[in-house]
């Protein structure tokens, strides 16, 4: 079986990047034998030393192999009106597995993974040019893909709300904690690097700046708390939109973070924030489950559904619930999960669902 996958993805250091490398990793752990190849394409100018780089990785996988294209990325968004079809790039292949569901012309079957529907919940929280975009490919995803990877039950509850044609096509296959291959910076290195002081005490929230993780609120809710001796660090690139965080000196704007970096943070910190108002996983919360980070999160959509028992839920719209949730949090001493997220769980079930796709067509 010869699986094209296109990992263009992958250089923006986005949700759906983590997904990418980590199903991969994945993938390559598992005893693929000769059943399977994989041929990883990507069009981009800019990251196109990040794809080598990458690659470089899995040189020694004799299943995989590589094709990056130093075209504008645009190429790809205008995949469908060009019918543009990978196999005139990379050769023949028996199935397509687009991972963010731009939507490409081939008389392959495809599967593509779909990891939220924000953009039809929340669509003020995007700009119209987005929400455009993504419901013009999500439109594609659900008409023309052969089978679709729902990363949750929420997200597969939303995809067969708004696109009915979609029912008898979905599987959930979960994510998993993003930093499962991750080593962890020295502790040392890491508050030297931020400016924090040794044994600092410290929330963590790990969000890009966009409305949609809902950072006003928290910092408005943080400060309000008034919780002694604790910071917030948000640990995160710039997004969209106007999200301007109150200057405090107990508030920290990290930016981008490496993962290496980050994992420690978050391993040291009294817990992780994430009271976001609408996630199609929550990959945060994988990580903090995985190491045994105490955990606040919202009440609603995927975050209840992955959030363990023990995790602190509160209802993200209001500022006085997220309040007694940080001073709950700031009382919990250790927490012990059963972790049920696997990256090669996660693989292995892809592999499967591959071969569903296939024998569907065949019928």
Not at 325 to 344: E, R
Request: hydrophobic share 40%; net charge positive; glycine share 4%.
């Amino acid at each position: 079986m010869i699986i094209a996958f296109d990992i263009t993805q992958l250089i923006y250091g986005t949700g759906v990047s983590v997904y990418i490398s980590n199903l991969i990793e994945g993938l390559s752990r598992l005893n693929l034998g000769s059943n399977y190849q994989f041929k990883f394409f990507a069009f981009s100018r800019g990251g196109y030393a990040k794809l080598i780089s990458f690659s470089q990785q899995y040189k020694e996988v004799p299943q995989f192999s590589f094709k990056f294209y130093p075209f504008p990325e645009k190429i790809r968004s205008l995949s469908l009106s060009l019918k543009i079809d990978p196999s005139i790039l990379i050769g023949p292949y028996d199935l397509l597995h687009v991972p963010d569901w731009v939507g490409y012309q081939t008389k392959q079957p495809v599967l593509t993974t779909v990891h939220d529907l924000a953009i039809h919940r929340f669509p003020s929280l995007f700009h119209a040019e987005i929400v455009k975009k993504e419901i013009k490919y999500l439109e594609w995803a659900a008409n023309s893909s052969q089978r679709i990877i729902c990363v949750s039950r929420t997200t597969r509850k939303d995809l067969h709300h708004y696109y009915p044609k979609a029912q008898e096509k979905t599987a959930v296959i979960y994510e998993a904690d993003p930093f499962e291959f991750t080593q962890p910076s020295p502790y040392d290195q890491v508050t030297s690097k931020y400016k924090l002081l040794p044994r600092q005490k410290y929330f963590l929230s790990i969000a890009t700046l966009e409305p949609r993780k809902n950072l006003k609120r928290l910092v408005q809710a943080f400060l309000a708390a008034k919780i002694p001796y604790h910071n917030l660090l948000i640990a995160g690139r710039i997004g969209w939109g106007d999200v301007k965080i109150t200057s405090h000196p107990s508030i920290k704007l990290l930016g981008y973070v490496p993962a290496s970096d980050l994992l420690t943070l978050l391993q040291h910190s009294s817990g992780l924030v994430y009271p976001s108002l609408w996630e199609g996983f929550g990959l945060p919360l994988a990580a903090a489950i995985a190491f045994n980070t105490p955990i606040l999160t919202s009440s609603q959509g995927s975050m209840a559904e992955i959030a363990p028992s023990k995790a602190i839920l509160v209802n993200p719209l209001e500022t006085n619930s997220i309040i007694e949730g940080l001073k709950k949090l700031s009382l919990v001493k250790s927490v012990s999960y059963n972790n049920p997220f696997s990256w090669l769980k996660t693989a292995q079930e892809t592999l499967d669902l591959y071969k569903t796709a296939l024998r569907a067509r065949e019928e």
